[in-house]
Every structure is written in structure tokens, then in C-alpha cells.
């Protein structure tokens, strides 16, 4: 869903980020032997912006997504995330982040209540911040007696709710998600995403990747990855106008098109 | 006679009803779109079906035969790609078809038209151990493993899961060519908008079946107006809609929310809201027939 641009707002903060963008890359570059992975990308995200990361299948989003997230040092390129160089301050960056992904956010034989208070562990919260928090995520959640159900007797629908919840209940500045709502049912995937909306509204900054174009409509900007490139960054509503199609989905297959790298 | 008819088959895991009753057939040369999120039952139904799991009531049979008393011969028949990638990662491509050919009696030759098409894409990486293709390429291999039998019903378990649209959108052409060489295949997927591309669909959710029928006829079939609604910010419009008692549904749909309403007569949008009526989508029935079902908690 796309929001009025005004909660979007650049705004330089105690942890010495001069430029008040939240992710900040120029000509990040990957390379894995001669294979280019991600080839030069340029972006900036604002705080509170839900931005879309789009792209095929071995568009290189993953690799991207892994240097953004201090997993895995660029070849060349600079980079900043929360404030913080993407070479020398990883650890900095890993806990001003949030991450989640379809695959595996949550340990599946703990509770709700056990995953919030492992992963807030992890994250050096002290044990009054964890209550608070706690009791503050499974109001949100609006959950019952499901919150000391061990996370693997959850339904999908809950599971990717919880899993979002705990992403960011150390109150990350940025969360990055993968894929968040792959195989949840419709109401679900929509709920799922009113929680990023209130999310963003609370100032963090939202990094998505999705294969529904319907929910590409919901970001404040997409960008569009091919072959390692980012090729077209707007909101959803530009890019429409700019490719002279009627949905995101016509705009994805027009920019897909011009891929030439087959993906053995 | 069809190619697959199942009957009343129920399934539970201890205390989880995994599959509740369900009924219907797959017809010769049709693809039949089983269409749900994770947890619908949908992989334990394609188990019960390629023989791997016993149901605990309902009888089920494959071109005729019976899925627990005749079990080796639907082995012979069917071609199954299970959800979760299951080919030999440290074999080559090459070295998984001859093995899964060879499993079978059969030769690559001897079939080679049948996966011609989806082969010649990987042709190229032929040598590659397949634990180190990309999963499109995986996708397809995994598809020719299952042909390469020439089975006459292929079982499908969310071939395009986590598949880009560009990738999703060519794979469905591959099963349009495989229909049309007499094979009939049951798919299933939880992206809404493969629907469309079915002869048939059953909407299944928690176990149960919530619609049978042609896509088009299950959105024929959607009783009530939809307006596609558009606000400067849609999330306040969401939140306020939704507090109106004559609004009975309203959920995001891309750039517009799809509204249903209580009252017809009384209700009137707010100013400077762009208001359009709408056709109904999957994703707008699928919701519908779910509106007022709990999420199924297992305990």
C-alpha cells in the first residue's frame, strides 16, 4: 500500500549517520571468480521507507542482500547501512539490523515467548527491556493462549506473523525480508503486511523481496534487478508510467526481458 | 474414466487433521490446480496418492487403480516431483536422468520427445553435479526426472514456489505442451493467480475443500459487488473503512483495496476516493470462503 510520502523523512541521528539515509550504496560491486553477482548498484533508502527489492531468480538480490547485511564483503563499491561501513563496522551493522526470511527465522520447539526472549538475548537486551517488549509484541500479535504453543504446532499464517515480530522486536533500524510471505494464505499476506505498514510508521525502515507484484504496489519505492544490475528504481506508480504498463507485473516482464545471463 | 479419483479420503497426524473428507476427480488431459496455503494438506493428499502414505479412511485410485491395493503398478505410471527438491545433488544432470530412466526400464532416448522441450535448457550444464544448479534449473530437471517414464498422470507438489513470475509464467507453458501429449497432471500451488491457468481448481484449506469447480465459474460464481477503492494513503482508508459497520470486507489488492459492503444503500466512500466496481479474483473468492474460519491451531 502506498503511503504519503511524508513519513519519509531524511533525519541524521545520534549514531553518526551524516547522510540520514538508512541504506546508502555507490557502485557496490560482487564478484565471485570473473562472474559479476552484483554489478555496480547505486541506491539510497530513507528511514521509514518500505523499499522493494525486485528481481529474477539470479538477479544477484541475495548477494546483494547478504553485503547490505554485513554477511559478506563487496569485491569493490562503498556501502553504508544504519550508518555503519559495509567493510569495517559488519558487527555494528548485524545488530542495528533485522532479518527474516521464509526459510528460517524461528526455532520451531521453542514457544513464541521463548524465541522472543532467545533472540532478544542475542541481541543484548536486558531482562526488564525483554519483558516489556514481550508483553508489548504479543498484544500487537493479538495473540492467546497460542503464545506458549511451541512455534511448530503454529499455523503458517501466525508462524510468518511471529517470525516478523521477532525480527524486529530489538527495534532495529532497518529489517531486511526475504521472501517474507511465500505460501501464506491471502488474508494472511495481506494482514502481514498492515504489520510492515505499522511498522514503517514507527520509523523502521522496511528492505523487501517478494515474487507477488501485487505487493510491489505496496512499497514507497521498488528497484529492479537484472543481471546484477539495478536497471529501474521508482515508485511503483512511476515505474507504471514509465514502462507504460498497467501493473507491476507488465513492468517486471518488460525489464526481465532484457536479461541475457542464464543462470546454470 | 478419469485419471484420478479420490474418495472421502481423510488423513490425520496424532491430533491434526491433515486431510478431512475430500472428493474429486482429475479428468484425462486436464490440469487440476489444487490451490492453498502451506498446511492446507495438499502434500500429504499427493503422498496418499503416489502410494506414499496409507489414509486412515476413503479409497483413492490412479487410471483405475487403486492406491493401496495395487500400489506397484501406480508406481509405474505416475511421475512425481515433490515439493522439496529430492534428485541425487552429487550426481550430474546427465548421470540423475539415466538413473531415474534406468530405474524405470527405460532409456533418455526412448523418451527423449517428451522432455526435448525443458531438456534442451539444461542441456548446456549437462556435466554439472546438480547440487550446484540454480533452482530454476533444478525446477526443470527435476520435471524431466519425472517424465522421463512418459507416466500418464504427473503429480506436481508447488513447482514454482519461490520462482520469479517470468520463470513461473514459462513452466506453465510446459505443462499446457505436456496436457496436450495426453498427460494428465495434478499441480498444486499457493500463488493464487496460477489458478487461472487450470482446467480445474479446488480451493483447499486446514483439510478441506472450500470449491471445486472451473476457475471462471468459481468467480462467476462470487455472490456480491466489489469496489476497487484508492486513497491518497490506503493504509488510513483501510483502517478507517474497516470501522464501518456497513463494510464488511476490505483487504489490499496492489494498488487499490477491494471493498464488499453490508449495505449497498446507505453507504457512501469518503470525498477524494477514487471508487471503481471490480470483477472478483481467486484471491477475492479464496478470501470469501475463508472470511469466518479460525486459523487452525494444532495442539
Known amino acids: 500500500m502506498k503511503s504519503s510520502d511524508n513519513h519519509i523523512t531524511s533525519s541524521s541521528d545520534s549514531t553518526g549517520n551524516p547522510s540520514g539515509f538508512m541504506i546508502e ?68 551493522i548485524k545488530r542495528n539490523i533485522g532479518y527474516m526470511s521464509q526459510r528460517f527465522s524461528l526455532y520451531e520447539d521453542l514457544t513464541v515467548k521463548e524465541n522472543m526472549r532467545l533472540f532478544g538475548g542475542i541481541y543484548g537486551m536486558d531482562n526488564k527491556d525483554i519483558k516489556t517488549k514481550t508483553a508489548d509484541s504479543l498484544q500487537e500479535l493479538g495473540l492467546g493462549s497460542e503464545q506458549n504453543l511451541l512455534v511448530k504446532y503454529l499455523p503458517s499464517g501466525i508462524k510468518q506473523k511471529v517470525a516478523f515480530a521477532v525480527s524486529v522486536f530489538h527495534s532495529p533500524k532497518i529489517v531486511f525480508l526475504d521472501e517474507p510471505t511465500g505460501g501464506v494464505d491471502p488474508i494472511a499476506r495481506r494482514k502481514f503486511w498492515e504489520m510492515i505498514y505499522r511498522a514503517s510508521e514507527q520509523g523502521i525502515t522496511i528492505f523487501v523481496t517478494t515474487h507477488y507484484m501485487d505487493e510491489a504496489e505496496y512499497c514507497n519505492r521498488v528497484s ?19 514502462f507504460n504498463a498497467r501493473n507491476m507485473d507488465e513492468v517486471f516482464r518488460s525489464l526481465a526481458r532484457k536479461a541475457k545471463r542464464i543462470f546454470p | 474414466m478419469p485419471s484420478v479419483t479420490i474418495n472421502n479420503i481423510s488423513k490425520a497426524y496424532s491430533s ?22 502451506d498446511g492446507a494438506g495438499k502434500t500429504t493428499l499427493f503422498r496418499i496418492l503416489t502410494t506414499l502414505l496409507l489414509p486412515d479412511d476413503g479409497t483413492a485410485s490412479v487410471e483405475g487403480l487403486d492406491t493401496v491395493k495395487q500400489y506397484r503398478e501406480i508406481r509405474n505410471i505416475v511421475g512425481y516431483m515433490p515439493g522439496r527438491f ?76 519461490g520462482v520469479d513470475p517470468v520463470s513461473r509464467k514459462e513452466f506453465w507453458e510446459m505443462l499446457k505442451r505436456l496436457k496436450q501429449q495426453n498427460i494428465s497432471i495434478l499441480v498444486s500451488t499457493p500463488y493464487m493467480d496460477e489458478a487461472m491457468l487450470c482446467d480445474k481448481i479446488a480451493l483447499i484449506q486446514s483439510g478441506k475443500i472450500l470449491s471445486i469447480d472451473t476457475p471462471e465459474n468459481i468467480i462467476a460464481g462470487y455472490p456480491q459487488k466489489i469496489y476497487a477503492v484508492k486513497g491518497e494513503n490506503n493504509y488510513r482508508l483501510l483502517e478507517y473503512l474497516r ?45 470469501r470462503l ?3 474460519r479460525p486459523e487452525r491451531v494444532s495442539d
Open chain 2, 243 to 287: 470501522k464501518n459497520p456497513d463494510v464488511q470486507s476490505c483487504y489490499i489488492f496492489g494498488e487499490y483495496l477491494h471493498v464488499t459492503l453490508n449495505n449497498e444503500f446507505d453507504f457512501r466512500f469518503p470525498d477524494k476516493v477514487e471508487v471503481n466496481p471490480t470483477k472478483a479474483s481467486i484471491e477475492d473468492c479464496f478470501i
Open chain 2, 290 to 292: 475463508m472470511d469466518h
Open chain 2, 86 to 161: 529430492s534428485l541425487y545433488q552429487d550426481l550430474t544432470v546427465e548421470e540423475n536422468l539415466n538413473f531415474f530412466a534406468n530405474v524405470f526400464n527405460t532409456s533418455m532416448q526412448e523418451n527423449y520427445d517428451l522432455i526435448k522441450d525443458i531438456y534442451i535448457q539444461i542441456e548446456p550444464f549437462k556435466k554439472r553435479k546438480t547440487g550446484r544448479l540454480s533452482g530454476g534449473m533444478k525446477q526443470k530437471l527435476a520435471l524431466c526426472c519425472a517424465l522421463i517414464h512418459k507416466p500418464s498422470v504427473l503429480f506436481l507438489d508447488e513447482p514454482t514456489t
Open chain 2, 16 to 37: 491434526i487433521r491433515a486431510l478431512d473428507h475430500i472428493s474429486f476427480d482429475v479428468g484425462k488431459r486436464e490440469i487440476f490446480g489444487l490451490i492453498g496455503p
Open chain 1, 25 to 92: 550504496t555507490g557502485n557496490l560491486t560482487k564478484k565471485f571468480g570473473d562472474f559479476t553477482a552484483v554489478d555496480h548498484i547505486s541506491f539510497q533508502v530513507s528511514k521509514g521507507e518500505i523499499f522493494g527489492f525486485l528481481g529474477a531468480n539470479g538477479a544477484g538480490k541475495t548477494t546483494a542482500m547478504r553485503m547490505l547485511c554485513g554477511l559478506l564483503s563487496p569485491t569493490s563499491g562503498k556501502g553504508r547501512v544504519a550508518g555503519f561501513d559495509i567493510y569495517k563496522e559488519q558487527d555494528n
Open chain 1, 224 to 242: 529492479m534487478m537484472v543481471d546484477g544490475r539495478i536497471d529501474a528504481l521508482d515508485s511503483p506508480v512511476n515505474l507504471r508510467t514509465q
